[in-house]
């Protein structure tokens, strides 16, 4: 399943598919992105990063994306599994320590 | 230890009480951030400390006072706050600079003011 972030903030994935999360930027100067995720109750938890420096990084389970051509970052999630469901943000730093979050998306994974 | 703690988790305050919330972080980190969420939406950046000393203040209004003793404590004073401050409050922390900058957050206090 893929969402389109801003304009598709919830997604539902069936166990075992792939997820993928799409998040439009908004400073092209921005030169570090992180993935969050945030189950309810609780606050940002970490997941991965990527600097502007490079296009694609991977995690256990999952790999964030940039195109800084049209400033756009995916977090891509593999084999998703019920724990996986949660809200997910990406943040951009603009400048020094000024950290700002997207929309977010609202991730269902369904047993 | 990779923690950030915040007390008290809750808080129900009327418009003319004054109250503080707290954040703690033992990981030598000297950025310190508080950011304010409301229910369905992204953390939106209030202020920033670095090394102590406030670097960033996204316009919040001044019934919102932030102070931080020292590198590890960082305070959110409120005061006359209005109902549409009810939000969750997250402390975050982060190296200033280097190759490891991302956020650690708290929990956050889920603040309800009547």
């Known amino acids: 399943g893929e969402s389109v972030g801003l304009h598709l903030p919830t997604l539902s994935v069936q166990e075992g598919d792939n997820s993928i999360i799409n998040c439009a930027y908004s400073n092209s100067a921005s030169d570090y992105f992180i993935w969050y995720k945030q189950e309810s109750g609780k606050g940002p938890q970490f997941i991965i990063d990527i600097r502007s420096n490079m296009d694609k990084r991977q995690g256990q389970r999952v790999t964030v994306l940039l195109n800084k051509t049209v400033k756009h970052l995916s977090l891509q999630i593999a084999a998703t599994q019920p724990g996986d469901s949660a809200v997910y943000f990406c943040?951009?730093?603009?400048?020094?320590?000024?950290?700002?979050f997207g929309t977010g998306t609202s991730l269902t994974v369904i047993p | 230890d990779t923690e950030v703690t915040q007390t008290p988790k809750h808080l129900v305050m009327g418009m003319t009480n004054k109250k503080s919330l707290k954040c703690e972080q033992h990981?030598?980190?000297?950025?310190m951030y508080w950011y304010k969420q409301k229910a369905k939406k992204p953390p939106e950046l209030m202020f920033v400390y670095s090394y102590e000393k406030l670097s960033i203040n996204e316009s919040v209004p001044s019934r919102f006072s932030p102070e931080c003793p020292n590198s590890s404590l960082l305070n959110l004073h409120l005061h006359a706050l209005q109902p549409e401050d009810s939000a969750l409050y997250l402390c975050?922390?982060?190296?200033?600079?280097?190759?490891?900058?991302?956020?650690?957050f708290g929990s956050g206090t889920q603040l309800s003011v009547l």
């Open positions: 990981m030598g980190h000297r950025a």
């Open positions: 943040a951009e730093k603009v400048a020094g320590n000024q950290f700002y």
């Open positions: 975050a922390s982060s190296q200033v600079t280097g190759l490891n900058e991302k956020l650690f």
